[in-house]
């Protein structure tokens, strides 16, 4: 089964500087499967990315996905204050005869500096 | 506009039940396979269930497996989740969750389920 770590776990950030998530798979992951959500507190996730760099309808230029095998990154060009938040990369799997499986990784909170 | 709304949590005694609901509208909910993850508080996400468009297809996380069933009703645009042999450790908040390609591209808000005696 494929895991997933994310790194950091924390990032702290200015308003308006440039942010670079990674998110690192246990064994080589299709780009199609690759993707990114956003959550604030309280609230459910929100796709961002998927297929590894396809922003999702909606979601601003500024965030951008890529990479490839075992490596994958989020980047925020420039933070925005509604850009503090959690997270999350997910990839699907499919291991017989368990059926297919969606992992999510453990996270990367961006707050303020 | 695609919502998901998810009802039935709250507060069971371990060994209880609980069957979650979420109500689907703007999108024809048939043609849509439908997952259910869960968020333990302060923790991250997890999987634990898919169900295909047609309910022909059905997987759990190892997690759940023999203690939840998934069901839909696409006459009702609903989807379920039975929840028997409820652990302190099945404490989270339930998102149903729906699937486009390999991704969830839509959430519910999310239904808190506590198991505490």
């Known amino acids: 089964e494929i895991v997933l770590t994310q790194s950091p776990g924390t990032l702290s950030l200015s308003p308006g500087e440039r942010a670079t998530l990674s998110c690192r798979a246990s064994q080589t992951v299709s780009s199609s499967y690759l993707a990114w959500y956003q959550q604030k507190p309280g609230q459910a996730p929100r796709l961002l990315i998927y297929g590894a760099s396809t922003r999702a309808t909606g979601i601003p230029d500024r965030f951008s996905g890529s990479g490839s095998g075992t490596d994958f990154t989020l980047t925020i060009s420039r933070l925005e204050p509604e850009d503090f938040a959690v997270y999350y990369c997910?990839?699907?799997?499919?291991?017989?005869?368990?059926?297919?499986?969606?992992?999510f990784g453990p996270g990367t909170k961006v707050d303020i500096k | 506009e695609v919502q998901l709304v998810e009802s039935g949590g709250g507060l069971v005694q371990p060994g209880g039940s609980l069957r979650l609901s979420c109500a689907a509208s703007g999108f024809t909910f048939s043609n849509y396979s439908m997952h259910w993850v869960r968020q333990a508080p302060g923790k991250g996400l997890e999987w634990i269930s898919y169900i295909s468009d047609s309910s022909s297809t059905i997987y759990y996380a190892d997690s759940v497996k023999g203690r939840f069933t998934i069901s839909r009703d696409n006459a009702k645009n609903s989807l379920y989740l039975q929840m028997n042999s409820l652990r302190d450790e099945d404490t989270a908040v339930y998102y149903c969750a729906r699937l486009r390609w390999l991704h969830f591209d839509y959430w519910g808000q999310g239904i808190l389920v506590t198991v505490s005696s």
């Open positions: 997910q990839q699907y799997g499919s291991s017989p005869p368990k059926g297919i499986r969606f992992t």
